[in-house]
């Protein structure tokens, strides 16, 4: 497997640090503001309150739901329902496309386990090392809706 239960709780970790960074910061700016309402100083506690406001936006934007669209990623891969596909593999993308929040390559195999091979498309973490396959080998697949969990070729070590 591509993913451990460490790797969760390395995410969960790093998205505890940044949402406590977050209220630390939300809690100094709203004394701001509660201050200067209560010293009736209108331009103080307008700006504060722009600054708040643009600083959560961000703030979540940026550093927070990437991490937490990561963890989600992760949390499906490591306890979410997987399923196994034998199947050809046809090519990998350079390319990143971003599903769901996360950053991936496009996979596609050939599975011919029905009545007639069909082509299937997956998505393989960015941040992973893809194996190096050659079109045509035989491959097993492990995966959650669309995003691989673990690509093998048949064969080797497992």
Request: charged share 25%; aromatic share 8%; hydrophobic share 45%.
């Amino acid at each position: 497997m591509l993913y451990t239960e460490n790797d969760l709780n390395q995410l969960k970790g790093q998205i505890n640090s940044r949402r406590n960074l977050l209220i630390l910061i939300s809690a100094v700016l709203t004394a701001g503001i509660v201050a200067g309402f209560v010293l009736r100083q209108k331009p103080l506690t307008m700006a504060l309150t722009a600054v708040l406001g643009f600083l959560l936006i961000f703030f979540i934007e940026i550093a927070i739901r990437p991490i937490s669209a990561y963890a989600r990623y992760v949390g499906n891969m490591l306890h979410g329902r997987t399923h196994e596909l034998e199947a050809v593999f046809r090519s990998f993308s350079r390319d990143t496309d971003v599903v769901d929040g996360v950053r991936c390559h496009a996979v596609s195999v050939t599975d011919e386990t029905g009545t007639e091979p069909c082509e299937r498309l997956f998505y393989f973490d960015d941040l992973k090392e893809f194996p190096s396959l050659t079109a045509g080998a035989r491959v097993r697949l492990t995966y959650h809706d669309r995003e691989l969990a673990d690509i093998r070729a048949i064969g080797s070590a497992e």
